[in-house]
């Protein structure tokens, strides 16, 4: 009952950030917030997210899993009642800092690395990778479903009459009640989820951990510079190049989003089974690369079409690292460090994508550096997988 729960909630949850993704940069355009602006409220909302991330994970396995992601749902349906409320740049700051909102229409907040932690106690090592997959999964088919749901209503709304703001505001609605769902099915949970053994209270840990400090913290380096090149190249800054360069409606844009998180769902399966012939860090390496090089060559193209096609081919690969590095993760730690470790990397990729969207905001607000986030992105991505390879080849999973 408990997977089925964590499933639930992950899509529920993905389907809220990709909803939300296509038109938020829209919406604070309406609402009169500049590129710059935008983009400076993006880094605030990811490096709020690192913050109140590390608060709640490092602490988790002790002060409890379930209350951890009740904490996670109310600070998403917060954030989102505060965006809708507001166009005030200093109360939406103040609400990026401390709630849980993503314009990325990928994970944010505490919910992965607790809910994963939560699945790994629950399930065999054996199996670990392909459940980690198949979650992965379910979350780009609803961050998919979500862009084309979003992009589609607010395109509707407006034909039918609505301002455009307000139409955005509709979408808003929808991602605070996500937070109002998320919050009764995580009462839901049973106690199976919790640590169920521990290493003594006088350990002495740091931040969650004991004796997985070097392991996680060199992972941790690693994911904040792949997620730092990410971060150039957020969904809503992407779905704002293509409406700027090609004029792309709101409609349009939920669609290429809905086709491309199908693919990255689709490619994060079948990581799986190239992860049991090669191992989980040579299927990280080596599907990566090929996807940053196809994303560098997408503002090359002269026409939309094939901008269109590169990028669906790049999210074809693009996700294939993603359940094979959280399956590694938890798998090269103690199960009383699983949701710290898991925590402590995905807040140190907060951290690294935070940095970035200021960065693209004064890109896009430039015609001459328009197309740069692409290269710097792909570039930057290309350098993390071949310090991954170099330095954990040797650090094998239970399982190989």
Not at 73 to 80: D, Q, R, Y
Not at 188 to 194: D, H, Y
Request: proline share 4%; with cysteine; net charge positive.
């Amino acid at each position: 009952m408990d997977i089925r729960i964590l499933f639930l909630t992950r899509i529920i949850r993905l389907f809220c950030y990709g909803f939300l993704s296509v038109i938020l940069a829209l919406y604070l355009t309406e609402t009169g917030l500049s590129e710059r602006q935008i983009g400076l409220l993006f880094t605030l909302t990811l490096a709020g997210d690192a913050g109140i991330s590390l608060l709640l994970t490092t602490s988790a396995d002790r002060f409890g899993r379930k209350r951890t992601l009740l904490i996670g749902a109310l600070l998403m349906l917060m954030a989102g009642v505060v965006f809708l409320l507001t166009n005030n740049i200093v109360i939406l700051i103040a609400a990026a800092i401390i709630g849980v909102i993503s314009p990325s229409g990928n994970e944010i907040g505490p919910f992965l690395s607790v809910e994963q932690a939560g699945l790994a106690q629950i399930i065999s090592a054996k199996r670990r990778t392909q459940v980690f997959a198949w979650y992965n999964l379910v979350g780009s088919f609803a961050t998919a479903t979500g862009a084309l749901a979003g992009g589609w209503l607010a395109q509707l709304l407006q034909s039918q009459g609505w301002r455009a703001l307000d139409a955005y505001k509709v979408v808003l609605g929808g991602y605070a009640l996500g937070g109002l769902v998320l919050t009764i099915l995580f009462l839901s949970l049973s106690p199976t989820v919790e640590v169920k053994e521990s290493t003594p209270a006088e350990t002495q840990r740091v931040f969650g951990l004991h004796r997985s400090k070097s392991v996680v913290m060199r992972l941790s380096a690693l994911f904040a510079l792949d997620a730092f090149a990410g971060g150039l190249i957020v969904q809503s800054m992407i779905a704002y190049w293509f409406h700027v360069k090609f004029g792309v409606e709101s409609g349009i844009l939920g669609s290429i989003f809905f086709g491309a998180n199908i693919l990255a769902g689709v490619s994060a399966l079948l990581a799986v089974k190239i992860a049991d012939r090669i191992g989980l860090i040579n299927t990280m390496v080596f599907t990566h690369i090929p996807s940053n090089i196809l994303l560098m060559l997408v503002p090359l193209m002269p026409t939309l079409p094939p901008a269109i096609g590169l990028l669906l081919l790049r999210f074809s690969i693009s996700q294939m690292d993603v359940p094979t590095r959280q399956s590694y993760t938890v798998a090269v730690v103690a199960p009383d460090e699983r949701s710290a470790a898991s925590g402590i990397t995905a807040i140190a990729r907060s951290v690294g994508a935070a940095l970035s969207p200021a960065l693209t905001g004064i890109f896009l607000a430039n015609s001459a550096l328009f197309n740069l986030p692409f290269f710097l992105s792909g570039g930057l991505k290309i350098i993390y997988d071949l310090a991954l390879y170099r330095s954990f080849i040797t650090l094998k999973p239970p399982e190989e």
